[in-house]
């Protein structure tokens, strides 16, 4: 792996590890708004379920659950106002990454 693709794949952990902590704090904070909230928390869940199927080497369940976590993610993202649909579409990219792009690799 060169430089550029390592400082690359940092960047969009870094990026995938903000938009989980977003939904982890919409979670807390938007607690009126049900909908909105189990969005946020699939979101959260999936997240975190899919980075462990990844280091278990468990490719075909992360791409299942990287289906799943576009759903989530998506209902998240238009369930939002303004720029807090930012973050959620961080996640939909992943989940897209995970299931378009993972099996090419």
């Given at each position: 792996?060169?430089?550029?693709e390592l400082l690359l794949a940092i960047l969009l952990a870094a990026l995938?590890?903000?938009?989980?902590?977003?939904?982890?704090?919409?979670?807390?904070?938007?607690?009126?708004?049900?909908?909105?909230?189990?969005?946020?928390?699939?979101?959260?869940?999936?997240?975190?379920?899919?980075?462990?199927?990844?280091?278990?080497?468990?490719?075909?369940?992360?791409?299942?659950?990287?289906?799943?976590?576009?759903?989530?993610?998506?209902?998240?993202?238009?369930?939002?106002?303004?720029?807090?649909?930012?973050?959620?579409?961080?996640?939909?990219?992943?989940?897209?990454?995970?299931?378009?792009?993972?099996?090419?690799?």
């Amino acid at each position: 792996m060169s430089i550029p693709e390592l400082l690359l794949a940092i960047l969009l952990a870094a990026l995938v590890f903000a938009a989980t902590f977003f939904s982890a704090a919409q979670v807390v904070r938007q607690w009126r708004r049900r909908w909105l909230r189990n969005c946020h928390l699939a979101a959260v869940v999936l997240t975190i379920a899919v980075m462990a199927m990844l280091d278990w080497n468990a490719f075909l369940l992360s791409r299942i659950t990287g289906v799943a976590l576009f759903a989530s993610a998506a209902g998240a993202a238009y369930l939002e106002t303004r720029w807090n649909r930012l973050l959620p579409a961080i996640q939909i990219v992943f989940a897209a990454f995970l299931v378009f792009v993972l099996p090419l690799i």
